[in-house]
Protein backbone atom coordinates (compact mmCIF):
# COMPACT_ATOMS: atom_id res chain seq x y z
CA UNK A 1 0.00 0.00 0.00
CA UNK A 2 1.12 3.16 -0.66
CA UNK A 3 -0.04 7.04 -0.34
CA UNK A 4 0.27 10.23 -2.01
CA UNK A 5 -0.20 13.65 -0.25
CA UNK A 6 -1.33 16.84 -2.20
CA UNK A 7 -1.21 20.44 -0.88
CA UNK A 8 -2.62 23.09 -3.26
CA UNK A 9 -3.88 26.60 -2.79
CA UNK A 10 -6.40 26.79 -4.91
CA UNK A 11 -9.36 23.77 -4.91
CA UNK A 12 -9.67 23.74 -9.15
CA UNK A 13 -4.90 23.36 -8.71
CA UNK A 14 -5.94 20.24 -6.28
CA UNK A 15 -8.71 18.97 -8.22
CA UNK A 16 -6.26 19.14 -11.61
CA UNK A 17 -3.56 17.46 -9.74
CA UNK A 18 -5.39 14.38 -8.02
CA UNK A 19 -7.63 14.11 -11.79
CA UNK A 20 -3.86 14.23 -13.66
CA UNK A 21 -2.58 11.42 -11.10
CA UNK A 22 -5.73 9.26 -11.08
CA UNK A 23 -5.77 9.27 -15.24
CA UNK A 24 -2.39 7.84 -14.73
CA UNK A 25 -2.64 5.15 -11.68
CA UNK A 26 -2.85 1.35 -13.05
CA UNK A 27 -3.66 -0.43 -9.77
CA UNK A 28 -6.37 0.03 -7.18
CA UNK A 29 -7.28 2.96 -5.84
CA UNK A 30 -8.11 2.24 -1.91
CA UNK A 31 -9.08 5.88 -0.92
CA UNK A 32 -9.40 9.57 -0.92
CA UNK A 33 -9.12 12.03 2.06
CA UNK A 34 -9.37 15.47 1.60
CA UNK A 35 -9.11 18.52 3.87
CA UNK A 36 -9.46 22.39 3.89
CA UNK A 37 -7.58 24.33 6.32
CA UNK A 38 -8.22 28.27 6.95
CA UNK A 39 -5.46 30.45 8.20
CA UNK A 40 -5.46 34.36 8.65
CA UNK A 41 -1.85 36.68 8.07
CA UNK A 42 -3.21 40.27 8.69
CA UNK A 43 -6.21 40.72 6.56
CA UNK A 44 -5.42 38.04 4.32
CA UNK A 45 -7.26 34.82 3.85
CA UNK A 46 -4.70 31.09 3.42
CA UNK A 47 -6.32 28.45 2.12
CA UNK A 48 -4.97 25.07 2.40
CA UNK A 49 -6.62 22.45 0.09
CA UNK A 50 -5.39 18.76 0.55
CA UNK A 51 -6.06 15.09 -0.01
CA UNK A 52 -4.16 12.49 0.47
CA UNK A 53 -4.93 9.25 -2.11
CA UNK A 54 -3.98 5.35 -0.79
CA UNK A 55 -3.48 3.07 -3.35
CA UNK A 56 -2.11 -0.46 -4.05
CA UNK A 57 1.61 -0.62 -5.19
Known amino acids: ?3 KIF ?3 HEKDL ?5 EFLSKL ?3 LIDIKYSVAISTC ?3 QI ?3 TAMIVYES
Open 26 to 28: ETD
Open 7 to 9: DES
Open 42 to 44: GEE
Open 15 to 19: ESAVN
Open 47 to 49: YCF
Open 1 to 3: MKV
